[in-house]
């Protein structure tokens, strides 16, 4: 047998389809009523939108501005303080960000963000930052141990033995300090690694050691050669006379005796003196008819019988 439907059962289901059919006319026309909704209030808010952004954009500049001053009052006071180079650039640098974070948040909950919503966040993150910022962190707290233990300061002369640069301190900052080398160059130092390493500090002294070396033939009078390079020392208007200009042996190499003199000259002659004295030593020394040998090999030859 098939089942069949009677006319009852056929008048009820078109009737359901009527109901559903006038429940979704309905949904459509809410649909078509928030969107129309939607499109009249459009302009308003793009206005409103666009006036908050140029607000906002007057806003930064303004604090721009007045973080500049902020900044200028700042090396100011740390100036009448007496304070170190080193101290108003590391401090400035720490302000300017700060200050900045600061701007940058308050432009932020004019836009409807929770200020304590985004410290949170902040917060949150600050491990995951922590850990990806491992190196910055450190030449950060490198940077405040120098600037506390102060080994040295801007204008100091400094060799550091990590890597064998040297040269005078020009700035330190929150996360480097720069030196500029004696050709001008500039030599960025990550303040992490240079406060944990030896360094040589020139300027404490008012002087510093000079020492010239130079090779001389095993024929000539080793003992002549020492008094004309002292004598070279000597008359040389940049080297201290009041320090001791000391001559001496310093190897027997396999092609020269190697004799060396050490000279005391002021912190800001050093390269001036260093340059030229080598040529000086050379001069004398081929006046004085004691020759500069160059390396050289001696061979022998044996006849077989």
Same mark, same amino acid.
């Given at each position: 047998m098939f089942p069949f439907f009677g006319i009852n059962d056929a008048v009820n289901a078109l009737e359901a389809s009527e109901v559903i059919d006038a429940e979704n006319m309905q949904?459509?026309?809410?649909?078509? /009523? #928030?969107?129309?909704?939607?499109?009249?209030?459009?302009?308003?808010?793009? +206005?409103?939108? *666009?006036?908050?952004? %140029? =607000?906002?954009?007057?806003?930064?500049?303004?604090?721009?501005q007045v973080i500049k001053l902020i900044r200028k009052i700042l090396k100011r006071s740390l100036t009448r303080a007496n304070a170190d180079t080193g101290v108003v650039q590391f401090l400035d640098s720490l302000a300017k960000a700060i200050l900045y974070i600061l701007l940058i948040l308050m432009i932020g909950t004019s836009f409807g963000l929770d200020a304590a919503?985004?410290?949170?966040?902040?917060?949150?993150? /600050? #491990?995951?930052?922590?850990?990806?910022?491992?190196?910055?962190?450190?030449? +950060?707290?490198? *940077?405040?141990?120098? %600037? =506390?233990?102060k080994?040295?300061?801007?204008?100091?002369?400094?060799?550091e033995d990590n890597k064998g640069n040297e040269g005078t301190v020009s700035e330190i900052q929150l996360f480097y300090t720069k030196l500029v080398t004696a050709d001008e160059r500039i030599v960025v130092l990550p303040n992490g690694p240079l406060a944990n390493c030896s360094l040589t500090n020139v300027t404490t002294s008012y002087c510093r050691r000079l020492t010239a070396k130079v090779g001389i033939s095993y024929k000539a009078d080793?003992?002549?050669?020492?008094?004309?390079?002292?004598?070279?020392?000597?008359?040389?208007?940049?080297? %201290?006379?009041?320090?001791d200009i000391i001559t001496f042996v310093d190897d027997l190499s396999d092609s020269a005796v190697v004799i060396g003199l050490h000279c005391y000259?002021?912190?800001?002659?050093?390269?001036?003196?260093?340059?030229?004295?080598?040529?000086?030593?050379?001069t004398a020394l081929e006046q004085a008819q004691i020759s500069i040998p160059y390396p050289q090999l001696d061979v022998h030859m044996i006849e077989k019988q």
């Open positions: 949904q459509v026309q809410e649909k078509i /009523g #928030v969107f129309e909704q939607f499109l009249e209030e459009l302009p308003g808010k793009a +206005f409103g939108l *666009g006036i908050r952004v %140029l =607000l906002a954009i007057l806003f930064f500049a303004i604090g721009v919503s985004v410290v949170a966040v902040v917060g949150s993150c /600050g #491990v995951a930052l922590g850990l990806a910022l491992q190196g910055s962190l450190s030449n +950060f707290a490198g *940077g405040v141990l120098i %600037l =506390l233990l080994p040295f300061k801007v204008g100091d002369y400094i060799i080793h003992k002549k050669a020492l008094d004309v390079i002292r004598e070279v020392a000597k008359q040389d208007p940049l080297v %201290l006379k009041e320090k000259v002021l912190n800001a002659d050093y390269w001036t003196v260093k340059n030229r004295i080598l040529g000086e030593l050379k």
